[in-house]
């Protein structure tokens, strides 16, 4: 028979397996809370990881729509600009040598020449500045009559003494004129039976624009409405064509003289010399027809701007510096009282404003 356990052994096997419990425990608890970080770190470097995906798509979204934005604002600012934008004929002012250091550089004898004449211009003839006038037909015109109206000139003597909006008609009935069917209006090469109301209504667009800024006298009133007319082309495009038919009038008037013996003046003769204008028929179908289309005006044609609208066109040949031909008038004997305006060309062909 076995003898009794005894009560302190028993306890002290009790003391002995409590500090391996405890131990238990804390293992456990510590790998639960391990296991717990372990899973909530991945959790969070999904969810971090996630984050960062959709950020940069969003980052690449975002800057794809503002480079589209960008490009689509670019061209509508453009648009607009070209839709509203006024598109002047005839540019500000600018420094005359800074023009030319922009325009002719290099050392060819060309360049070097130009560079001469606008200092020359610039030192001797006190032009300080310039105004580049549209490249086109009618940049002659367009200079001469910019300026008529900038500076308020009025009305050549000869128109105050008839309607100008009848000469149309006149040319017609009066003087038989009915070759004036065959008149071109510029690129246009329009002609017909209803030339004489579309020449009426340039003529009478002329007569009323001249008439407006005549009236005024402020000058910088009158350059703000040079800026507003010089900007809309279907009336500058009147107005040139009604300062053809002016001179076309006024080659008329001088060849009816002729004939009946009267003396004309002398740059008439030289015209009427010519194969190629030998009557005012001859002069519209030959040379006239073709201003604003095909050429600008000829040097003969200047004679004749200046005679029929009374001015004396003073202009600087660039290209000829250093010659007799520098600096010329047309025409070349204006009377005294006739006011006087300034063009310079570097070709014959295009000419701009010069201001002093």
């Not at 356990?5 to 391996?20: D, G, K, L």
């Not at 009066?174 to 070759?179: D, H, L, R, T, V």
């Not at 030998?278 to 005006?297: E, I, K, Q, R």
């Amino acid at each position: 028979m076995a003898a009794p356990r005894s009560p302190t052994r028993a306890r002290e096997r009790e003391r002995s397996h409590a500090p391996a419990a405890g131990s238990d425990q804390v293992h456990y608890w510590t790998l639960a809370t391990s296991q717990a970080l372990d899973t909530v770190w991945r959790m969070a470097k999904g969810f971090v990881m996630l984050a960062v995906s959709f950020l940069m798509a969003a980052v690449c979204y975002f800057r794809r729509l503002h480079l589209y934005s960008g490009h689509k604002l670019k061209w509508w600012i453009g648009y607009l600009q070209r839709k509203f934008k006024r598109n002047l004929s005839v540019e500000a002012e600018v420094d005359l040598l800074s023009y030319c250091a922009r325009e002719w550089k290099g050392e060819t004898p060309r360049t070097k020449l130009m560079r001469k004449a606008y200092e020359e211009l610039f030192w001797r003839h006190r032009i300080k500045c310039v105004r580049q006038v549209k490249r086109d037909n009618y940049d002659a015109l367009r200079s001469v009559l910019f300026q008529i109206f900038s500076q308020g000139i009025s009305f050549p003597s000869w128109m105050k003494e008839k309607d100008i909006v009848k000469l149309p008609e006149k040319l017609l009935f009066s003087q038989g004129c009915n070759w004036i069917q065959q008149y071109s209006f510029g690129p246009e090469k329009y002609t017909g039976s209803n030339v004489f109301g579309k020449l009426r209504k340039c003529v009478e667009l002329l007569k009323t624009q001249w008439t407006e800024f005549n009236g005024i006298r402020d000058y910088h009133k009158r350059g703000s409405m040079c800026n507003t007319l010089f900007s809309d082309a279907i009336l500058e495009y009147k107005l040139y064509e009604a300062l053809k038919f002016i001179m076309l009038y006024q080659v008329t008037e001088v060849y009816e003289q002729m004939k009946t013996k009267k003396v004309i003046p002398s740059l008439f003769r030289l015209l009427f010399s010519r194969e190629t204008s030998s009557d005012p028929l001859s002069f519209m179908m030959n040379h006239l027809n073709s201003v604003g289309d095909t050429c600008g005006l000829e040097q003969i044609d200047m004679f004749i701007l200046g005679y029929s609208l009374e001015v004396k066109i003073k202009v600087f040949r660039l290209f000829k510096f250093n010659s007799r031909d520098f600096e010329v008038c047309y025409p070349e004997e204006p009377l005294r009282d006739w006011p006087e305006i300034s063009l310079l060309t570097e070709n014959d062909r295009h000419y701009h404003i010069p201001v002093f």
